[in-house]
């Protein structure tokens, strides 16, 4: 990955207090370690991973600028633009939170570890 664009994630991901920018569940960068809860195997670890998404995306004119940076997890981000016609951010921000509220996103898992909760996004960021 770019240097430019590795900035531009890391940027989101701290902007966004470690969270999807779709369904918000909390995200790891690094380690699955960085996570607060363990996790049951590595494929369950990189549906999580944070990835960085281009809201407008490359092939149409999208660039690496922090502006079009989002910090999203591996699941949000590849069923996106596994879609012939992907829809706009912020239309699929909706789509994925109706899921997400009926508890049919993620993996059961995800929801009994509380990565979906908000409580500790507004907790002080670990440094690097």
């Given at each position: 990955?770019?240097?430019?664009?590795?900035?531009a994630r890391l940027l989101a991901y701290?902007?966004?207090?470690?969270?999807?920018?779709?369904?918000?569940?909390?995200?790891?960068?690094?380690?699955?370690?960085?996570?607060?809860?363990?996790?049951?195997?590595?494929?369950?670890?990189?549906?999580?991973?944070?990835?960085?998404e281009h809201l407008l995306p490359r092939?149409?004119?999208?660039?690496?600028?922090?502006?079009?940076?989002?910090?999203?997890?591996?699941?949000?981000?590849?069923?996106?633009h596994r879609r012939k016609n992907p829809?706009?951010?912020?239309?699929?921000?909706?789509?994925?939170?109706?899921?997400?509220?009926?508890?049919?996103?993620?993996?059961?898992?995800?929801?009994?570890?509380?990565?979906?909760?908000?409580?500790?996004?507004?907790?002080?960021?670990?440094?690097?």
């Amino acid at each position: 990955m770019p240097k430019r664009l590795q900035s531009a994630r890391l940027l989101a991901y701290h902007r966004q207090h470690r969270r999807c920018y779709y369904c918000r569940v909390r995200i790891w960068l690094r380690s699955p370690d960085e996570l607060p809860t363990a996790v049951p195997s590595a494929a369950a670890a990189a549906a999580i991973r944070g990835t960085a998404e281009h809201l407008l995306p490359r092939c149409d004119g999208g660039t690496d600028c922090s502006d079009n940076i989002a910090a999203a997890c591996a699941r949000c981000n590849h069923t996106r633009h596994r879609r012939k016609n992907p829809p706009s951010p912020s239309e699929y921000r909706r789509e994925v939170a109706q899921r997400v509220a009926k508890g049919k996103w993620h993996h059961k898992w995800v929801y009994e570890a509380g990565l979906l909760n908000e409580s500790d996004a507004a907790k002080p960021k670990l440094q690097p």
